[in-house]
């Protein structure tokens, strides 16, 4: 199981790929697999507090939105981890 870290807001390490799952200053997740429905529904939840309240053809296109914002951001961490590992080496 490959695992990635997403620095937290003020994170000053930029850990990328970790071997463990416990990290204090970032969120680490196991990338190789997609979210749960139920996850992104939490997310959605978390994001916009009337989530439970707005039509089912309103929370559809913010689940899916959700679901490519996090793609966006994968693809940007795992850029930024692929130039921090490039300049090291």
């Not at 997403?6 to 997740?29: H, L, M, N, T, W």
């Not at 913010?62 to 921090?84: D, G, M, P, S, Y």
Request: hydrophobic share 35%; net charge negative; aromatic share 10%.
């Amino acid at each position: 199981m490959q695992w990635f870290c997403y620095p937290r807001p003020g994170c000053k390490r930029a850990c990328g790929r970790v071997s463990q799952a416990i990290f204090e200053d970032c969120i680490v997740s196991d990338k190789s697999r997609e979210p749960t429905d139920e996850e992104v529904r939490q997310a959605c939840m978390n994001y916009r507090h009337d989530f439970g309240l707005v039509s089912e053809e309103a929370r559809q296109k913010l689940c899916f939105e959700a679901r490519e914002w996090l793609r966006a951001w994968i693809k940007v961490v795992e850029a930024e981890t692929e130039n921090q590992e490039n300049a090291c080496s």
